[in-house]
């Protein structure tokens, strides 16, 4: 049968271990309705990939011979799975990007990967609402989210932080009051910012010119600089701004993606937003004497390595059932969104590293 046959490809891309660790995690606990973590990964794939809800989940699942059982056992199954499908992600993860231990130089912080998503709901329900939700960087853990209408928009403010977190966000995430906030409760942050989104002072009374300062970078060569912030009113702050000059191809692809967004929005690019889409930039609170400029970039890069898979994870939250009343199933849910995203990422990786037969198989030492 020609799902069979797709079931047992996709099966090839789980990391090893996967069936016994649902026994040692707790999500299978007894084999009663659902026999096998298989079978048990299988109808959770339907609801977290399928977007199902939970009483078509078991529809569908009855129908294919898996397992009859009810939408509440469903639900239990799902919340009981949480630390299960979380190891499967961080095997993913390794597998794919060789993210693997935190390294000694990181070792004073707790990395973590702040992002939003809108999630629309399908069928009757039909709302909207936006995921705001926190990863461990090193083992892909989410240790905090937050369900809100559209109204509030992404800010580090939506986080607990506590002294040794270490947050990093993309754009949206590099305003005044979100990095007032981080630091104020002991954490520190790293975040990219958009041209004119902070006023950025060499002094008191001199901007700091970005093109001007950017442009004595070479390739490879890495700028560091002290600058200011207005932090509140007439209240200057210190920040570091590290940055990158992007590759001739990486600056081509940058610039044009951002004056296709523009024609969409039936807006202009103005010439110094578009050279400075030739470099790569962030901000950051950690200072010099602990974490070098090259170790801020690695860091960042770090996170980019599982962007592709946090885009997919984002697209794939826009659809589904998510458990708001429940923290626990809620959590797990994210951890199964992962998982879908991973495996989708997985899947695409393997296609470009083409092999004969088409899938990978076992390392053999």
Known sequence: MKIDE????????????WEQKAKELGAVTRQRKI??????????????????????????????KLADISDVALFKRLKASAEWLRWISVNLVENLHGIDKKP????EFNVRIVDASIITEPGSTGSDWRLHYSIELFGLSCDHFQITDQKVGETFRNFPIKKGDLLIG??????????????????????????????????????????ENFRKLDYGEIGDFDVLYNSSKNQLKTLRLCAIKKSPEAAERSKKTAIQEMKKKKRTLNEETIELHGYMFVITSVKRNVLS????LSLYRMRWQVELA??????????????????????????????????????VERGRSFS????????IF
Not at 293 to 296: K, P, S, W, Y
Not at 356 to 363: C, I, K, M, T
């Open 170 to 211: 993309d754009r949206g995430y590099g305003s005044i009051a979100g990095i007032n906030y981080v630091t104020e409760n002991n954490g520190d942050f790293l975040v990219r910012i958009k041209n004119k989104a902070l006023k950025i002072m060499t002094n008191e009374n001199e901007e700091f010119c970005l093109l």
């Open 104 to 107: 000694d130089w990181l070792k």
């Open 293 to 296: 400029a090259i170790e801020i």
């Open 356 to 363: 004969p037969w088409g899938y990978p198989l076992q390392p």
């Open 310 to 347: 946090f885009k997919r994870l984002k697209s794939i939250l826009g659809l589904g059932h998510l458990p708001k009343t429940d923290p626990e199933s809620s959590k797990a849910w994210l951890h199964g969104k992962m998982v879908v995203a991973l495996l989708t990422n997985a899947i």
């Open 35 to 64: 026999m096998s973590a298989e079978i048990l990964l299988r109808i959770l794939l339907i609801h977290l990939a399928d977007s199902c809800s939970m009483r078509e989940t078991v529809v569908r699942a009855k129908e294919a």
């Open 6 to 17: 797709n079931w047992k490809f996709l099966l090839q891309f789980l990391p090893q271990g």
